[in-house]
């Protein structure tokens, strides 16, 4: 947690309400996304118990188990779920749009991809063992399972996956969301609580955030964000209930106690499927735009949603259980390049972002005191600014890769830096990003006077390391990975 997001949290206790932690909205939030509330019942390691699910606020889908113990059932509640998300993921595997011309011709990406919204990370967790369970099924021979079940973890998996990279919003956990935008009063476990969260940004009239959240403490009142249940209702409601059900004597009191344990599931999800609309709207606020990068991100998940479009269409088999040593080493290198962007990125689209890089030497805001905009070193353009700060900053002289959010092509070098007791003065070198005449395009080059911010923050990186292929992995590493295929064993564990 930096200083500022701490300073931010004690002034939201100190005032009882949620302070803002940034000027614009970091996260796409889809005009379409697809709300999903689990519930998955105690001590059974996420076999689902029920699902709030539905691309509107006014129309939810509610999918129960009424033994979640039993297979059968499990199976009926992952084709139905499974044929919500074919409804929802396939119309945008179909619609492509041409998007740049390669070497083997034009390129088509997907249109829009799926944002699916969960209450925690909790959530996304149960989604990725969800995946887990199901992609590994098979549609035919013993233990044979409708074909749109394993499809359909194959798109849970790629989804828990892809929520790993720094930025993505395919899969959202909304009080992640809410809190990277705003700083509530509270620890962070238990910013892990939804209605908490909303209590502190949003209080109803006449409450304080800090009163608003302390209400959502009684589990009875106010349900859980799941998956998780809590124990008081395990125990006083729904064991019962479940007892009644398996001790039913006929279908039409099967049917009562169905009804019974359904009703009952419903009030548990109520509450946050109408909080989970709540987050997005609050997210949608005008007040709170998109950032500049916003739709960069977005795009790099349209990309990645193509890839596996697909790679799912035409592939029998499903991810494996365990990733290979070559696949685990580039997607290690993919991960920390996504997190160096999107922390670049955040940077350069938000003050108050910068402002936390300022405070750690990372990045300072000055005056141009001086500046030489039609100096040439031979034939090249090289402008000389001279900056004066006061912020916190340890450069050197030589050193390169400082930039501007407003001219991110523009890269510079320190030429020198002298100090005057607080007083810092950077003298810069500009290069590149000016035009290729003899003088610099206007508003390339900062003028006498003008405030500028620089940062060492970057979003061009090393290469990728060269990596053996898969069939040349080493014998240290376990060697040549066998293609995997799902075992008699996969198709007849628990689901969980």
Sequence with gaps: ????????????????????????????????????????????????????????????????????????QQVAFAYELAKIFAAYITPRTNRRLPVRAGASGVQYRC?????????????????????????????????????????????????????????????????????????TGQSTEEDQHLPAVLGWIAPPPGMTGRDAARACENPLKVPPAGPATDPSFDNGILEPLLAAYHQAASPAASRIAEDKIRKELRKQLDGTWHRMWQAITLLRDPSLPAGAHVGVRWERDLDAFTQAADWIATSPGAQPKRDSAVYAARRLYWLERAQQQYDAERAFDDPMVMAEARMI???????????????????????????????????????????????????????????????????????????????????????????????????????????????????????????????????????S
């Design 1 to 72: 947690m930096s200083l500022l997001t701490s300073l931010a949290r004690a002034h939201a206790s100190d005032q009882a309400v949620a302070q803002r932690l940034t000027t614009v909205r970091h996260l796409h939030v889809s005009s379409e996304p697809l709300v999903f509330v689990p519930l998955a019942m105690a001590g059974e390691a996420h076999a689902p118990l029920a699902v709030m699910i539905g691309t509107s606020p006014d129309t939810p889908e509610l999918l129960t188990v009424a033994q979640p113990r039993n297979r059968d």
């Design 111 to 183: 249109a829009d991809a799926p944002q699916v919204w969960v209450p925690n990370r909790a959530g996304v967790e149960f989604i990725r063992i969800l995946g887990r369970s199901t992609r590994l099924r098979r549609s035919t021979g013993e233990w044979a399972v409708p074909r749109n079940i394993p499809v359909m973890g194959k798109w849970l998996t790629f989804l828990a996956d892809r929520a790993e990279y720094a930025g993505s919003a395919m899969l959202v956990a909304a009080t992640d969301a809410l809190t990277l935008h705003w700083a």
């Design 361 to 495: 030497g990372e990045a300072f805001v000055g005056t141009v005191i001086a500046a030489v905009p039609n100096r040439r070193v031979g034939r090249s353009l090289r402008p000389l600014i001279t900056v004066s700060t006061t912020d916190a900053i340890s450069l050197a002289a030589g050193e390169s890769g400082l930039r501007r959010p407003e001219l991110l092509d523009q890269k510079t070098t320190v030429v020198s830096v002298t100090r005057d007791g607080d007083t810092v003065m950077v003298e810069l070198e500009l290069r590149e990003g000016m035009g290729s005449g003899r003088e610099p395009r206007p508003g390339t080059v900062p003028a006498v006077g003008d405030s500028v911010c620089y940062s060492l923050f970057k979003d061009d990186y090393r290469r990728a390391p060269t990596l053996p292929r898969k069939e040349d992995t080493p014998w240290t590493h376990g060697g040549p990975p066998k293609p995997y295929l799902p075992t008699e064993q996969d198709a007849q564990e628990p689901w």
